[in-house]
């Protein structure tokens, strides 16, 4: 077929001029091809030879289509990794938001809870990264410091997500401080703040 053909042509341009002028936008075509032929590995492999190359034309949207095609296959680490190379890159905040926000959809499937917290102390020191995205890492960073046995550090960060509880973080954050509150024996400090909570009608 004339894109298997096409497939061909532009494999051979890459073997034959690995420093070669057209290098960068013949491996983004190479990676759309292989993409509309279901060849999705073969995709990904394409645009991380694409990622590691010097800045050019293709680099923003070929990490952007790395990222998205690595998370829809289940390989986040490479999704996070190419979500992080676009928000040091993106220009636009636009873009660079959505670099943030598919970061951290990476990295929520990171296992290792020291590695999960390297990525989201990313997430709170970057530059750019949403409101929504940045309260979400905050709230998993309390999650890890809290089952880490951390607790005054994650009870420091769910008073601050507690502070709007309009979000889900932040109610979730609030019941979290009332509880520890309610269990170092500061009843009426407890009462005080489920009185609070309720007049602030979170949907939560």
Do not use: C
């Not at 998205?68 to 999704?79: F, N, Q």
């Not at 928000?87 to 905040?93: C, E, F, G, L, Q």
């Amino acid at each position: 077929s004339s894109s298997a053909a096409g497939e061909r042509a532009l494999a051979e341009y890459i073997e034959k001029y690995p420093r070669g002028a057209y290098k960068a936008s013949a491996l983004y075509h190479l990676a759309d091809v292989r993409e509309r032929e279901k060849k999705t590995s073969e995709a990904i492999e394409t645009l991380v030879e694409l990622s590691e190359m010097a800045y050019n034309k293709h680099t923003v949207s070929g990490l952007e289509k790395l990222g998205a095609l690595s998370i829809e296959s289940g390989r986040y680490t490479t999704a996070a990794d190419a979500y992080l190379k676009l928000t040091s890159v993106a220009v636009n905040p636009e873009t660079r938001g959505k670099a943030w926000a598919g970061y951290l959809s990476s990295v929520k499937h990171v296992d290792a809870a020291d590695k999960k917290i390297e990525a989201v102390d990313n997430i709170i020191s970057g530059s750019g990264v949403p409101l929504n995205v940045m309260r979400e890492a905050k709230f998993i960073k309390a999650g890890l410091l809290k089952e880490t046995a951390h607790q005054a550090q994650a009870l420091e960060i769910y008073r601050e997500l507690a502070s709007e509880v309009q979000s889900k973080e932040g109610a979730e954050s609030a019941y979290y401080v009332i509880e520890a509150e309610y269990e170092a024996g500061k009843l009426d400090v407890a009462e005080q703040m489920i009185m609070e909570l309720a007049k602030k009608n979170t949907p939560h």
